[in-house]
T-cell receptor, first 114, second 114 residues
Framework: AQSVAQPEDQVNVAEGNPLTVKCTYS??????LFWYVQYPNRGLQFLLK??????LVKGSYGFEAEFNKSQTSFHLKKPSALVSDSALYFC????????????FGTGTQLKVEL | NAGVMQNPRHLVRRRGQEARLRCSPM?????VYWYRQLPEEGLKFMVY????????ESGMPKERFSAEFPKEGPSILRIQQVVRGDSAAYFC????????????FGPGTRLLVL
């Protein structure tokens, strides 16, 4: 069975600084990986995904993520954080067993301070 | 183009009552997924449906929970005889097709069982 780990419950960063939110995965076969963001009392918004191709994936709102097969990681990054980026971020991996369900990590709370 | 619609946004039930949660997918999407988010946890997959078919219900509790996606109308997640442990946020997602497609999430229904 596939799994996703987000080792940090919370990440704090100053506005204007680069941010990284970590994600590692475990899956048999080629992974389909996703990042979503959740604002308070809202649904999840899709940021980006990796299916195949270039290891650096660019997504919405200036976010990007780097797929690293040898380290089984898919860290989310942004060169310059904004206060409005403060939210809960989820990494997810798609089922490789023929279905389409997503397995989510436990989430990382990002706090960007002035 | 409206996104995924869920109603009600908030639902309060007493123990033993029934809860019905509705989800209308994005226009042109024929695949629907239900996830549950318990307090302080990530999202857990419950069920994956296409029109008139349940594709994967591996995450559904064996009793009291059922889901449908009829030919006409929204998808319904039904919880019979609710218990306090059912209190959670229930999210619906949709995709145009299955394999590898991005799932787009609705705002969720927050169920509180008294």
């Amino acid at each position: 069975a596939q799994s996703v780990a987000q080792p940090e419950d919370q990440v704090n960063v100053a506005e204007g600084n680069p941010l990284t939110v970590k994600c590692t995965y475990s899956v048999s076969g080629n992974p389909y990986l996703f990042w979503y963001v959740q604002y308070p009392n809202r649904g999840l918004q899709f940021l980006l995904k990796y299916i195949t191709g270039d290891n650096l994936v660019k997504g919405s709102y200036g976010f990007e993520a780097e797929f690293n097969k040898s380290q089984t990681s898919f860290h989310l990054k942004k060169p310059s954080a904004l206060v409005s980026d403060s939210a809960l971020y989820f990494c997810a991996v798609r089922d490789t067993g023929g279905g389409n369900k997503l397995t989510f990590g436990t989430g990382t709370q990002l706090k960007v301070e002035l | 183009n409206a996104g995924v619609m869920q109603n009600p946004r908030h639902l309060v039930r007493r123990r033993g009552q029934e809860a019905r949660l509705r989800c209308s997918p994005m226009k042109g999407h024929s695949h629907v997924y239900w996830y549950r988010q318990l307090p302080e946890e990530g999202l857990k997959f419950m069920v994956y449906l296409q029109k008139e078919n349940i594709i994967d219900e591996s995450g559904m509790p064996k009793e009291r929970f059922s889901a449908e996606f009829p030919k006409e109308g929204p998808s319904i997640l039904r919880i019979q005889q609710v218990v306090r442990g059912d209190s959670a946020a229930y999210f619906c997602a949709s995709s145009p097709r299955g394999q590898g497609e991005t799932q787009y999430f609705g705002p969720g229904t927050r169920l509180l069982v008294l």
